[in-house]
């Protein structure tokens, strides 16, 4: 089983569009939580950390439910410019897997006028 | 905002070759790491160094990588004989500790012809 998993996509929405990412990681034991975006051709760049209580950056809230061990992410108003991949990113953050990151393949959007 | 910087940007060598790939980590950062993604496919994981040794490295990470911090600020990636197969966009990576956000450079495009 794959350490984290994504819908590919694309997804292609008009501007202005909620648009909701879903994820899901196979080991209970992971502790950090995290989205980055990925323009083409680019190096990933952290969006937001993931917590238990949930988590909101203005147009962006993250969700985390470690039962289900699902991860998602929701963007409102969406603009052309989150035009990118979209990255669900674990750490397990114990013992000898510290620091290392697990990356899922991403999710593509795509916002059109 | 300080970086991480990555040279060359892109390298292109023969099959056999040795290359050297540098990374230069945010300033007070103590723990590096390398990753790549092949085209079209997810980030993976190569190795983190911590403390002048490697902490963790995968199963990609064979005996022709190795990793080096030479000096106070660079941190390289060396692949001793090149394979068609590491052809890849190789990412280095920095972070204060091992579980806090890692910050990625922009990349260094290798293709082995």
């Known amino acids: 089983r794959k350490e984290v998993e994504q819908d590919p996509g694309p997804f292609n929405v008009p501007e202005g569009a909620t648009v909701a990412f879903n994820c899901t990681y196979s080991n209970s034991a992971s502790q950090s939580f995290f989205w980055y975006r990925q323009d083409c051709r680019k190096e990933p760049k952290l969006l937001m950390s993931v917590y238990s209580s949930g988590n909101e950056d203005g147009r962006f809230t993250a969700q985390l439910n470690r039962a289900s061990q699902y991860i998602s992410l929701l963007i409102r108003d969406s603009k052309l410019s989150d035009s990118a991949t979209y990255l669900c990113?674990?750490?397990?953050?114990?013992?000898?897997?510290?620091?290392?990151?697990?990356f899922g393949r991403g999710t593509q959007l795509t916002v059109w006028p | 905002e300080p970086e991480v910087t990555q040279t060359p940007s892109h390298q292109v060598t023969q099959m056999g070759q040795e290359v050297i790939l540098r990374c230069v980590p945010i300033?007070?950062?103590?723990?590096f790491y390398w990753y790549r993604q092949i085209l079209g496919q997810k980030v993976e994981f190569l190795v983190s160094f911590y403390n002048n040794e490697i902490s963790e490295k995968s199963e990609i990470f064979d005996d022709q990588f190795s990793v080096e911090r030479p000096d106070g600020s660079n941190f390289t990636l060396k692949i001793r004989s090149t394979k068609l197969e590491d052809s890849a966009m190789y990412f280095c990576?920095?972070?204060?500790?091992?579980?806090?956000?890692?910050?990625f450079g922009p990349g260094t495009r290798l293709l082995v012809l």
């Open positions: 300033s007070n950062h103590l723990y």
């Open positions: 990113v674990v750490n397990r953050g114990r013992g000898s897997t510290l620091g290392r990151l697990y």
């Open positions: 990576a920095s972070s204060g500790t091992s579980s806090e956000t890692q910050y």
